[in-house]
Nanobody, 122 residues
Framework: QVQLVESGGGLVQAGGSLRLSCAAS????????MGWFRQAPGKEREFVAA????????YYADSVKGRFTISRNNAKSTVYLQMNSLKPEDTAVYSC???????????????WGQGTQVTVSS
């Protein structure tokens, strides 16, 4: 079993920045690929970013490339999502996920956090 807890969400003005954290416990964190997804009201959950367990491979959605950065600190069992130049359309509940292999689809991940709300005002 892997438990994931997100933090760092909040209200920010357009153009601002936030850093989300996802703390993991349970099975060995370093063996899992990690992903970030988001879901806005009335929309399907969409892929945001992912990183392989070794940190060598990263994927980003086109909508966030150049603005968001995923990173991880395996010694602290924590994955981060640095979000810069935030836009109102980034408003959503952001969730982290853990899986055996890096992927961009929700079905590829085995464990999920409860999510943290990010609201970007215009």
């Amino acid at each position: 079993q892997v438990q994931l807890v997100e933090s760092g969400g909040g209200l920010v003005q357009a153009g601002g920045s936030l850093r989300l954290s996802c703390a993991a416990s349970g099975r060995t964190f370093s063996r899992y690929a990690m992903g970030w997804f988001r879901q806005a009201p009335g929309k399907e959950r969409e892929f945001v970013a992912a990183m392989s367990w070794a940190g060598v491979t990263t994927y980003y959605a086109d909508s966030v490339k150049g603005r968001f950065t995923i990173s991880r600190n395996n010694a602290k069992s924590t994955v981060y999502l640095q979000m810069n130049s935030l836009k109102p359309e980034d408003t959503a509940v952001y969730s982290c996920a853990a899986g055996g292999n890096i992927a961009t689809t929700t079905t590829s991940y085995d464990y999920w956090g409860q999510g943290t709300q990010v609201t970007v005002s215009s």
